[in-house]
């Protein structure tokens, strides 16, 4: 089905919109979050929690790219269980600050906020600038964590000319951050 069609059913609260985002998108959405986590079972956790997320955000959303929409949501989703499962300090107990203490702390977390807005801007912005070829070699293998090898069958290149890309678009995005004042 069209995702303006799925969207439409979105919109009119119909729940079939699941049933079809999952004919549409289940695999590439689950071997996106397995990538990521290497786990079957956390894997479709993901992708279940990405058709709860997208239910309740469209509306008032209206992706114009509705994969990618879904893509970014289980993304979070995977990211924010690795995180979890890999916490050392899973069990340290949680000491409440005091009213007092804080309005002493500033607000870190808005301010982490605000950095990666930049961040993010700057990386569209180099990735536009390079190839198109190079720019997706790099998407694969940080944004959707498919394999060298993966990468290398995908696009018919060796394995060998997989990583000098991306080695190479390291180097150049390393660079234009630096130009643009920020350490790496």
């Known amino acids: 089905m069209e995702d303006r069609k799925i969207i439409d059913l979105f919109l009119a609260?119909?729940?079939?919109?699941?049933?079809?985002?999952?004919d549409t998108y289940g695999r590439r959405l689950f071997t996106l979050a397995d990538n990521i986590l290497k786990n079957d079972q956390d894997a479709e956790e993901s992708v279940n929690d990405t058709y709860m997320r997208s239910w309740d955000t469209i509306p008032p959303q209206r992706p114009r790219h509705f994969f990618a929409y879904l893509a970014k949501i289980c993304r979070h989703f995977a990211?924010?269980?690795l995180d979890w499962k890999s916490a050392v300090k899973r069990k340290a107990e949680v000491v409440s600050l005091t009213q007092e203490m804080?309005?002493?702390i500033p607000d870190l977390i808005r301010e982490r906020e605000l950095e990666s807005k930049?961040?993010?801007?700057?990386?569209?912005t180099?990735?536009?600038?390079?190839?198109?070829?190079?720019?997706?070699?790099f998407m694969r293998r940080y944004w959707f964590?498919?394999?060298?090898?993966?990468?290398?069958?995908?696009?018919g290149i060796s394995e060998d000319a997989v990583q000098k890309r991306i080695?190479?678009?390291?180097?150049?995005?390393?660079?234009?951050?630096e130009q643009e004042g920020i350490c790496v």
């Open 167 to 177: 080695a190479r678009t390291k180097a150049k995005l390393a660079e234009f951050l």
């Open 79 to 81: 990211l924010d269980k």
């Open 118 to 124: 930049e961040l993010g801007r700057l990386l569209d």
């Open 145 to 155: 964590f498919d394999s060298i090898a993966e990468i290398s069958v995908r696009y």
């Open 102 to 104: 804080e309005n002493c």
């Open 126 to 137: 180099f990735l536009k600038s390079q190839t198109p070829e190079n720019r997706m070699v």
């Open 13 to 22: 609260r119909n729940e079939d919109a699941i049933r079809h985002t999952a």
